[in-house]
Structure formats: structure tokens, C-alpha cells
């Protein structure tokens, strides 16, 4: 079974500071991954997908690789904003579709 | 509708009792799927539905665990004998068919 496993559990910043979240993963036949954040009380929202074919996708101040054949990819946030705090979680394919494995999570938090 | 809808968003049952926990997608969505969420941990996969087919349900923790989307829209996710280690957020997700997922902001489930 996969596994996939995210470090540091929680993270906390001074706002306007660079951060980077990682997460690793065990069966590095994957063919995608996938970030997404999650506020309290709340649901899951997309991110960022990179294929298997790209190292590197960026979407404003988020910037996230992968490494497959080390099980590696992480997420680079820059110049972080308190609106930034939430949970981020990395998820690797478990099927064909939108099925996925997730890590535990970072849960981030960015003090004014 | 404009997101994936929950209900109910809060329930407590007592050791014994049956749920059901029901979930309408974003129109036109094919696919639906089902996770749960323990305290502090990353979702766990639980089943998938492509219209009213159920395709993948390895992740249904045991038998008292039953989905269904009978007429390809709504499903429900039925619950029989809580326990307390079903004490968790459900969260129903819907995508096209291989298109960006959506998540519901989950049904937090009280088993007492």
C-alpha cells in the first residue's frame, strides 16, 4: 500500500517569510500528484496537479515539485500571507480517477 | 448547484444506531466519490461512483459501511451499528471524468 507521509505536522511563520512543506511518498509509480489546502471546518480545494512528466508547477506565489524517483515533492510558498493558514495536504493516485492516497497533512500558520 | 452539498453537517449518534449521510454533487459530474476523515489525519478513500455505477469501494472500512448513487446524481452513505471508531468528517468529492475535484465541506459524524 501506498504510503505517504508529510513533515513538518505543523509549521509556524512570521508573515511575509518564504516556507517550503514536504512530502514523500513509497511506490514512485505514480503518475501524478496533487496539493491541496483545507481550512477548519471545511472541505478540500485543488491546488496544484503535477504530471509525472513535469518537475515544476507553479501558480502564484505556490510553486510545487516532484522528484519521482526519490518519492519526493514540495510545495514552496513565497512570502507568505496570514491568509495562507490552513492545512496543505499532498495526494498520490490509488486508481484511475480522482481516487487518491493522502498524507496527514501540515497544518500552517502565518502570524501578522 | 454551485458546490457539493452535505447533509446533515453535524450528527451524533449513540453506539448502535444507523446514519446515513447524503450528498448532491455538482450537476453534470459523473464521477462522486466518499472519504473519511479521522481527527488530524489526511482523508482515507472509501468509494467511487461513476453515474450510478459503483466502481471501486476497496476502502469501505467493513460491512456496516454501504454507498449508494441510484440514479447517478445524489448518493447516500449509509452507516449500520456505530461504533465509536466511526466517529470521523465524511467528505463527498464529485468531478467530471477525470476533471478537478470538488469536495463537500463534510458531515462531522459523533458516535457517543
Known amino acids: 500500500k501506498q504510503e505517504v507521509t508529510q513533515i513538518p505536522a505543523a509549521l509556524s511563520v512570521p508573515e511575509g517569510e518564504n516556507l517550503v512543506l514536504n512530502c514523500s511518498f513509497t511506490?514512485?509509480?505514480?503518475?501524478?500528484l496533487q496539493w491541496f489546502r483545507q481550512d477548519p471546518g471545511k472541505g478540500l480545494t485543488s491546488l496544484l496537479l503535477i504530471q509525472s512528466s513535469q518537475r515544476e508547477q507553479t501558480s502564484g506565489r505556490l510553486n510545487a515539485s516532484l522528484d519521482k524517483s526519490s518519492g519526493r515533492s514540495t510545495l514552496y510558498i513565497a512570502a507568505s500571507q496570514p491568509g495562507d493558514s490552513a492545512t496543505y495536504l499532498c495526494?498520490?493516485?490509488?486508481?484511475?480517477?480522482?481516487?487518491?492516497?493522502f498524507g496527514t497533512g501540515t497544518s500552517l500558520t502565518v502570524i501578522p | 448547484g454551485a458546490g457539493v452539498s452535505q447533509s446533515p453537517r453535524y450528527k451524533v449518534a449513540k453506539r448502535g444506531q444507523d446514519v446515513a449521510l447524503r450528498c448532491d454533487p455538482i450537476?453534470?459530474?459523473?464521477?462522486l466519490f466518499w472519504y473519511q476523515q479521522a481527527l488530524g489525519q489526511g482523508p482515507e478513500f472509501l468509494t467511487y461512483?461513476?453515474?450510478?455505477?459503483?466502481?471501486?469501494k476497496s476502502g469501505l472500512p467493513s460491512d456496516r459501511f454501504f454507498a449508494e448513487r441510484p440514479e447517478g446524481s445524489v448518493s447516500t452513505l449509509k452507516i449500520q451499528r456505530t461504533q465509536q471508531e466511526d466517529s470521523a468528517v465524511y467528505l463527498c468529492?464529485?468531478?467530471?471524468?477525470?476533471?478537478?475535484?470538488?469536495f463537500g465541506e463534510g458531515s462531522w459524524l459523533t458516535v457517543v
Open positions: 495526494a498520490v493516485p490509488r486508481g484511475t480517477g480522482n481516487q487518491f492516497y
Open positions: 511506490d514512485s509509480a505514480i503518475y501524478n
Open positions: 450537476s453534470g459530474h459523473v464521477s
Open positions: 468529492a464529485s468531478s467530471r471524468a477525470r476533471g478537478t475535484i470538488y
Open positions: 461512483f461513476q453515474n450510478e455505477a459503483q466502481l471501486d
